[in-house]
């Protein structure tokens, strides 16, 4: 046999045993850490050595940890005047951590949070009816975006120091949305805000998917969700397109080109070209696949050729358990394998280095480490 045949059976036997059997489910989980509250989002700093962690509860507020090997080791705890802690969003230079508190937008010193010093939250946008969820920031860390589910909004705040040098906000806008605004994403330039609004405010979205993911959704046939296009220049929507039965979660690829959706309702994940979501929406839908019971927190792995889906099984308070999917995304997309999971689990967040996947577990009070290399 002539070397280079051997080198190339080697290397596809090494392959076979390296990438799991399509749809198995894989023993991928570090370490599962009990956290204080049930937990919703979580954020690194960039240099991959502290992880903040929202979690809901009393007090509600966010868990300081300092990531140790092969687990988290808790440092610090700032405590929020509200019940919930949700959506989190960290300046580029770690300087104020953003947290959706159900009512606004709570910003915290960071820096102060990791020393161990004593700091209070200011608060932005106070509004008991806003069930405010999900924020992001832009890349320049000068404006945020914050998704006020109750309300069919997006809140839009500049970002600022206050005179004391404590982290500060103003609202400079209100840009109005579907019902039920969940899952905000921003392409990588900053230049468009996406939107997963739950349910269609009336008509007028493009059927941007195909026939099946554009029907009514539950007994009700309540209309179905949709993903919203925002210039965040202009301050405008720019695209809506119908994504689906409860649309709830967005993630951008690196280059920017494709829009990843969870669909709760539809049990699967769904893709649009983000070019043609502005000039030739009836052709957006690229792809999808199915997965899990209700997902909801999506995350793009291992430079975009997988895609991780929190199967949140959320409608059976019974479940002990749940699964994360791992897609890998090709022409077709299919699932690749699975993860076990807590009892509903929610978001995902990656570590600088792309290594691990953190996933917090909402009522099993847990945040599972993933390593992304055995996936």
């Not at 997006?154 to 969940?182: E, F, K, M, Y």
């Not at 909801?296 to 099984?313: F, R």
């Not at 019974?318 to 929610?346: C, D, E, H, Y």
Request: charged share 15%; hydrophobic share 45%.
């Amino acid at each position: 046999m002539r070397r280079s045949t051997l080198a190339a059976l080697v290397l596809a036997v090494t392959a076979a045993f390296a990438a799991p059997a399509s749809g198995a489910q894989v023993d991928a989980v570090i370490a599962t850490i009990p956290v204080p509250g049930q937990p919703f989002a979580s954020v690194s700093t960039h240099d991959g050595r502290v992880l903040f962690v929202s979690v809901s509860g009393m007090p509600a507020g966010v868990v300081v940890f300092r990531v140790v090997p092969k687990g988290l080791e808790r440092i610090g705890f700032v405590a929020l005047r509200t019940r919930s802690a949700l959506g989190l969003a960290l300046l580029a230079d770690d300087s104020v951590l953003l947290v959706a508190d159900g009512e606004g937008v709570a910003l915290i010193d960071a820096t102060a949070a990791i020393s161990g010093a004593r700091t209070e939250p200011v608060y932005v946008d106070d509004d008991a009816r806003a069930g405010t969820i999900e924020v992001v920031a832009t890349p320049d860390g000068r404006t945020a975006f914050a998704a006020d589910e109750n309300l069919a909004r997006v809140s839009v705040l500049r970002v600022q120091r206050q005179p004391s040098g404590a982290p500060g906000a103003v609202r400079t806008g209100r840009i109005a949305v579907d019902n039920a605004p969940v899952g905000l994403a921003l392409s990588p330039d900053g230049a468009t805000l996406y939107v997963a609004g739950e349910v269609a405010a009336g008509n007028g979205a493009t059927p941007g998917a195909s026939g099946d993911l554009v029907r009514g959704c539950g007994p009700r046939r309540i209309p179905n969700g949709t993903l919203t296009a925002i210039d965040v220049a202009r301050g405008t929507v720019v695209a809506r397109l119908a994504a689906g039965c409860s649309p709830v979660r967005a993630v951008v690829t690196a280059d920017g080109a494709t829009v990843w959706v969870s669909v709760r309702g539809d049990d699967r994940v769904i893709a649009f070209d983000a070019a043609k979501m502005r000039t030739d929406a009836a052709h957006a839908f690229v792809a999808e696949a199915p997965v899990g019971s209700a997902p909801v927190g999506i995350a793009l792995l291992a430079h975009d050729t997988l895609l991780a889906v929190a199967n949140s099984n959320r409608f059976d308070p019974g479940a002990p358990t749940s699964t994360a999917t791992i897609v890998k995304l090709g022409t077709p997309p299919a699932q690749r394998s699975s993860v076990a999971t807590g009892s509903f689990p929610r978001e995902f967040s990656l570590s600088p280095d792309g290594t691990v996947l953190y996933l917090t577990n909402f009522r099993s009070r847990t945040i599972q480490l993933i390593d992304v290399t055995r996936l």
